[in-house]
């Protein structure tokens, strides 16, 4: 589904996304305000793009048997709240209420456990390649509404999985142009 008109959210859940329900969740402390934005890349097998595996990886449903590089993540338990395909289609496992278990080891402006007050988003990509238009356009409606949703979320609040966890993650890389999704969002 390729993105033309903005969203709403209700309850957590994006309208006009797919709706893929991931394990791979939990709830947020109750002191925890969605505070965050993170943004990743994530493509299956390495490099390429399509195929529903990244779907069905944060479904815990990813067949070790399909690719050898399956077999070394097969008992990863990770989910995002968002993945943005290459076309701007956009798959939700989680709804941004919930905990979702995408940072890992991580902190943001000295707080621990990004998790926990956080949304991320992945996008379909790697982090020498670069990005499609179309998301770009994506991942900039989806923020707007976010931050319409979730106040504490501001432009100055939203950051890369290489920021909040350096040495262990590079994502979404230099091909990521952020100045372009920083304008994007005055």
């Known amino acids: 589904m390729t993105i033309n008109n903005a969203f709403e959210i209700c309850d957590g859940w994006l309208s006009g996304a797919r709706i893929c329900p991931s394990p791979n969740i939990n709830e947020r402390p109750e002191t925890a305000d969605i505070s965050l934005l993170v943004v990743h890349n994530i493509s299956l097998p390495p490099g390429e793009f399509g195929g529903g595996y990244v779907q069905a990886f944060f479904q815990n449903k990813l067949d070790a048997n ?6 070394t993540i097969a008992g990863l338990t990770v989910s995002a709240h968002l993945f943005i395909e290459r076309d701007g289609a956009i798959t ?3 709804p941004f209420t919930a905990r979702a278990w995408h940072a890992g080891a991580s902190s943001f402006d000295g707080v621990p456990n990004c998790n926990d007050y956080s949304i991320g988003i ?5 982090d020498e390649l670069p990005y ?6 994506a991942l900039e409606k989806v923020t707007r509404q976010l931050m319409l949703t979730y106040p504490k979320l501001t432009p100055e609040r939203i950051t890369g999985h290489e920021h ?4 262990r993650k590079t994502d979404p890389g230099p091909a990521f142009d952020w100045q372009r999704f920083r304008r994007a969002l005055e």
């Open 66 to 71: 399909v690719h050898p590089y399956f077999s």
């Open 92 to 94: 939700q496992f989680a």
């Open 122 to 126: 992945e996008l379909e990509g790697t």
């Open 132 to 137: 499609s238009d179309a998301q770009y356009r």
């Open 164 to 167: 909040i966890a350096p040495g």
